[in-house]
């Protein structure tokens, strides 16, 4: 995959950050970049930053499918992810996980049909206090997410949506 100058940029700013040998180092800046830009990271792609940072392309395959905030498929304007732990699933992350598949009629990792929302499931979010718990966009980490506020988010996204 070619990537554009400024894209080729930003990669070099964050090799810059580690030794000369150790380049491979950014492998996961390189994919927040990539995903940032192209809203996911494919194959191709991955092939690209391999090829960029030295690597075997299966070791960065191994890092995407490894975390799952990296995109493997294009999602949606809005990506809920709700930790189903078991913290979580003893205080209802599991229920609240399945209500927000069901309002948006989506199965786990689907995107609703007006592309505005993907939901998937998540690891442990590191807020077991505060759950059930989910992430919008790998950024915004919301606590408490019962049925109504899961109702209310999802209307306050859809009024915010592009």
């Known amino acids: 995959m070619t990537f554009s100058a400024s894209t080729l940029e930003r990669f070099a700013k964050e090799v810059a950050k580690y030794p000369t ?7 996961m800046a390189c994919l927040a970049i990539v995903q940032h830009e192209q809203g996911y990271v494919s194959r191709e792609s991955e092939e690209g930053v391999a090829a960029y940072l030295g690597m075997p392309p299966i070791a960065v395959h191994e890092v995407t499918t490894f975390y799952n905030m990296y995109n493997q498929q294009p999602v949606g304007q809005f990506k809920l992810s709700v930790c189903t ?37 998540s690891e442990c979010l590191g807020a077991c206090a505060d759950a059930p718990v989910m992430l919008v966009n790998d950024r915004q980490m919301l606590s408490f997410m019962n049925n109504e506020r899961l109702d209310d988010l999802v ?3 859809k009024a915010q949506a592009k």
């Open 21 to 27: 040998d150790q380049k491979q180092s950014a492998v």
């Open 85 to 121: 732990n078991l913290p979580c699933a003893l205080r209802d992350g599991d229920k609240a996980f399945a209500h927000v598949c069901k309002k948006l009629g989506v199965e786990p990792y689907g995107t609703s049909a007006d592309g505005l929302f993907t939901v998937q499931p």
């Open 155 to 157: 209307a306050t996204l």
